[in-house]
């Protein structure tokens, strides 16, 4: 186990401490997204500067960047400095149908939340679907500029819009037949929002794996959406992105083994916490957990073998270390590098539940005195999570 010191909420200064502790479990040297900065403060100013009049209009946009509706706030709703509910209610006042459209994207976060916390680890089912084709270059062409411009902005701000998601993902199944697990993988290493829940739905979605349609990226979408880009393509005379792709052939998966990960619906408590232990899930101030302790010094474990397991890329790290600085200013933070069961099993821990299986398995080693419910915009029902209208037929029935 091994305790680090605190870091300064500063970028430099968090970067160096990243390269100086992290420095073996990423591809050096560490850099943070020029997009985005960690922190509740950067948080609530983005949730704050956010305008959702026009969202249903252009929240497809996709180029110039000043046309883009999107919000931006996925990142800290990833790490629960947003909460689902808080967003929900910062857009109420709006125009109806930017503010209905806006809500419908939350709800689908939350499908993927409760879609994961069902079905776990069955979520990575694989696909047996032969590649098409070699595809040339790193699994996209990037003599293309519509797809070199989108892996540039995803390696270099770690974000895209949900529209050039879709391109990237269709163009990695449905066009060339690639494994969707390896470019979910690819995409969960570089986005700052980056979770199994959305990553894995967004790219079954995309495929078409348990559903009936795939998403085929082609010009159209290109020309639709980033006007001007085919203008500057070598190959604009000869697009080889020009017709749609064929749909890819339906092979059907086996029901999946369902688990539940939901979490209790009250706090849960066996013992007397000394301290609260904090996951990259939840790093809000108002964190359930960190606030019902108020007085207690906060912790946080840098996993290291998940961690090298995973090589993200260095701007998540860059990110969570910020967010833990400026953290460091309100409370008692102490940060370690190691095992989460190793580095507590002598603590006695106030936490909050975290429904993916991650979370599971390290609170069986660290066996928390008290676990605070997840913060869920919709409270889980038994019903179907198979499609995102029949999951909401089910949390919203009355
Ligand atoms: C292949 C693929 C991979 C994806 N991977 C992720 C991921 O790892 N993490 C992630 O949070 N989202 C993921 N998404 C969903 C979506 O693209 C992003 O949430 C969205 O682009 C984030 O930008 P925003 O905050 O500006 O979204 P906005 O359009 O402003 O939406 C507001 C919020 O609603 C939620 N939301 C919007 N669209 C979706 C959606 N389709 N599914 C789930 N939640 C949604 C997000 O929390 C988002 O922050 C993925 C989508 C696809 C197609």
């Known amino acids: 186990m091994n305790l680090l010191p605190r870091p300064i909420a500063d970028r430099a200064a968090v970067q160096s401490w990243v390269d100086t502790h992290l420095g073996h479990l990423f591809d050096g040297p560490a850099v943070g ?5 960690g922190g509740q403060r950067a948080a609530d100013a983005a949730l704050a500067r956010f305008d959702v009049a026009g969202y249903a209009a252009r929240r497809n946009e996709v180029q110039p960047p000043q046309r883009r509706g999107a919000s931006r706030l996925s990142p800290y709703i990833r790490h629960g400095l947003l909460r689902l ?9 709006g125009p109806a149908n930017d503010v209905g459209k806006f809500r419908d994207e939350l709800l689908w976060q939350e499908y993927a939340r409760h879609w994961y916390a069902r079905l ?31 892996v540039d902005e995803l390696e270099t701000n770690g974000w895209l819009v949900n529209q050039t998601r879709m391109w ?3 163009d990695w199944t449905v066009r060339w037949g690639q494994d969707w697990r390896r470019g979910e ?17 967004g790219w079954q979605w995309t495929t078409g794996v348990g559903a009936n349609k795939s998403y085929g990226f082609s010009r159209w979408q290109v020309e639709k959406r980033a006007p001007g880009v085919c203008r500057q393509c070598p190959h604009r005379n000869a697009c080889p992105i020009d017709g749609w792709p064929d749909d ?32 990259a899930e939840s790093l809000g ?7 019902a302790h108020g007085e207690l010094p906060v912790v946080f474990v840098f996993d290291e073998q998940l961690l090298a397991r ?5 701007k998540r790290l860059v990110f969570l270390t910020e967010t833990l600085a400026e953290l460091g200013e309100e409370r008692d933070v102490e940060l370690y590098l190691g095992d989460p069961g190793a580095v507590l099993e002598e603590r006695s821990v106030a936490v909050t539940h975290a429904p993916v299986p991650g979370f599971a398995t390290r609170a069986a080693s660290v066996r928390p005195s008290v676990i605070h419910p997840w913060p869920w915009l919709r409270t889980p029902r038994p019903g179907s999570v198979r499609s995102f209208s029949a999951w909401r037929k089910a949390v919203e029935r009355r």
């Open 33 to 37: 997204s020029p997009s985005f900065r």
């Open 85 to 93: 509910e808080d967003v929900w209610a910062a857009v109420a006042g």
């Open 120 to 150: 776990g680890p069955a979520t990575a089912a694989p696909v047996r679907r032969a590649p098409r084709s070699v595809m040339p270059g790193d699994g996209w062409d990037r003599t293309l500029p519509c797809l070199d411009m989108l």
């Open 168 to 170: 990237l993902a269709g």
């Open 185 to 201: 993988d690819r995409f969960f290493r570089h986005l700052l929002d980056g979770s199994r829940a959305a990553n894995r739905l």
């Open 248 to 279: 890819p052939p339906m092979v059907p998966v086996p029901v999946p083994v369902e688990v539940d990960l939901s979490g209790p619906s009250e706090p849960v408590q066996t013992g007397e916490p000394s301290a609260v232990w904090l996951t």
């Open 285 to 291: 101030a108002d964190d359930p957990a960190a606030a």
């Open 310 to 314: 995973l090589r993200l890329d260095s």
